[in-house]
């Protein structure tokens, strides 16, 4: 059993819970994630780790409303508890394997968008730690929407802010600042990561393609099962089969094929849509989430 210490609201249907989980806060790293069940017969849900302190053996994780499960996850206060707590799970941040010498040499650019901005975090804080500065642009749609803001203007190097409506910071989209940044500030980076909506990502590694800045984006968006065996994280980088959750969740976002992924992540909600994949993709289509038939 897994306690929750603490429950935050942090904006409309937007919780931070931090979970007492000392083996997990022990050996996680920065774009890894951990699967939680709130009980035997709840369902599983995989949630990137926003945060971990490996002295109180505590664990932040950030999640959005977004079905049931959620919903009830929701529910819970401080001092109740989650039946499984697993992980870290997936590949840790590609920045954390690189020297610390070589880091210190580039400059760094994070996009986030809405929730997006939670796994971005512990990425641009480990930085932080290790005497590294990032530039940092966080979306979302209205202020109200904004999440960590203070928490990441403590870690950022410089923290940009946009919104849809104008209602904080920038007027606009995060790609236009991304513009701004390059084009009339005249900023050159050495690489981008990008975390966020689906659509987001895409349009923001149409603009690096352009201004020939690598970008990694983390597809921790598509992912429901968190194994690989429920086939619903599948996505094609570089022509080849990948699944988010064992084979990232980052990946080179300009090789992933976005338009394919987000038509593919609309199909699979359906049953009939489940069971087209099935068909199209035979033997690579992975089976073992329960809805398709593929695990039998």
Same mark, same amino acid.
């Given at each position: 059993?897994?306690?929750?210490?603490?429950?935050?609201?942090?904006? #409309?249907?937007?919780?931070?819970?931090? @979970?007492?989980?000392?083996?997990?806060?022990?050996?996680?790293? !920065?774009?890894?994630? &951990?699967?939680? /069940?709130? #009980?035997?017969?709840?369902?599983?849900? !995989?949630?990137?780790?926003?945060?971990?302190?490996?002295?109180?053996?505590? @664990?932040?994780?950030?999640?959005?409303?977004?079905?049931?499960?959620?919903?009830?996850?929701?529910?819970?206060?401080?001092?109740?508890?989650?039946?499984?707590?697993?992980? !870290?799970?997936?590949?840790?941040?590609?920045?954390?394997?690189?020297?610390?010498?070589?880091?210190?040499?580039?400059?760094?650019?994070?996009?986030?968008?809405?929730?997006?901005?939670?796994?971005?975090? *512990?990425?641009? /804080?480990?930085?932080?730690?290790?005497?590294?500065?990032?530039?940092?642009?966080? $979306?979302?749609?209205?202020?109200?929407?904004?999440?960590?803001?203070? +928490?990441?203007?403590?870690?950022? $190097?410089?923290?940009?802010?946009?919104?849809?409506?104008?209602?904080?910071?920038?007027? $606009?989209?995060?790609? =236009?600042?991304?513009?701004?940044?390059? +084009?009339?500030?005249?900023?050159?980076?050495?690489?981008?990561?990008?975390?966020?909506?689906?659509?987001?990502?895409?349009?923001?590694?149409?603009?690096?393609? =352009?201004?020939?800045? *690598?970008?990694?984006?983390?597809?921790? !968006?598509?992912?429901?099962?968190?194994?690989?065996?429920?086939?619903?994280?599948? @996505?094609?980088?570089?022509?080849? &089969?990948?699944?988010?959750?064992?084979?990232?969740?980052?990946?080179?976002?300009? %090789?992933?094929?976005? #338009?394919?992924?987000? %038509?593919?992540?609309?199909?699979? /909600?359906?049953?009939?849509?489940?069971?087209?994949?099935?068909?199209? +993709?035979?033997?690579?289509?992975?089976?073992?989430?329960?809805?398709?038939?593929?695990?039998?």
């Amino acid at each position: 059993m897994y306690k929750i210490n603490a429950k935050e609201k942090l904006a #409309d249907k937007i919780y931070l819970m931090v @979970v007492e989980a000392p083996m997990v806060a022990r050996s996680c790293q !920065p774009g890894q994630f &951990v699967i939680v /069940k709130m #009980d035997e017969k709840g369902e599983r849900i !995989p949630l990137t780790i926003c945060d971990y302190n490996r002295n109180t053996g505590e @664990v932040t994780i950030v999640f959005q409303i977004v079905g049931a499960s959620t919903e009830r996850m929701a529910m819970l206060e401080t001092g109740d508890y989650f039946t499984d707590f697993v992980g !870290p799970l997936g590949r840790a941040s590609e920045l954390v394997e690189e020297s610390k010498d070589d880091l210190k040499k580039k400059k760094i650019l994070f996009v986030a968008g809405g929730v997006g901005t939670a796994p971005v975090y *512990p990425q641009v /804080k480990w930085l932080h730690e290790n005497g590294i500065d990032a530039d940092v642009i966080v $979306g979302a749609k209205t202020k109200d929407m904004l999440i960590l803001q203070k +928490e990441m203007e403590a870690v950022a $190097g410089n923290l940009y802010v946009a919104t849809d409506d104008g209602s904080f910071g920038f007027k $606009g989209l995060v790609t =236009e600042v991304i513009k701004n940044l390059v +084009e009339i500030e005249k900023k050159t980076y050495d690489v981008c990561i990008a975390i966020g909506p689906m659509i987001m990502m895409k349009f923001v590694t149409l603009l690096t393609k =352009e201004l020939n800045i *690598p970008t990694v984006v983390s597809l921790n !968006p598509i992912m429901v099962d968190g194994t690989g065996m429920c086939g619903a994280c599948r @996505v094609t980088v570089g022509g080849e &089969v990948k699944f988010a959750c064992v084979d990232g969740p980052e990946f080179d976002g300009h %090789k992933v094929n976005f #338009d394919e992924a987000m %038509k593919r992540q609309q199909m699979y /909600k359906t049953e009939e849509g489940r069971a087209i994949l099935k068909v199209r +993709e035979g033997d690579t289509h992975h089976g073992g989430c329960g809805n398709c038939g593929g695990d039998k």
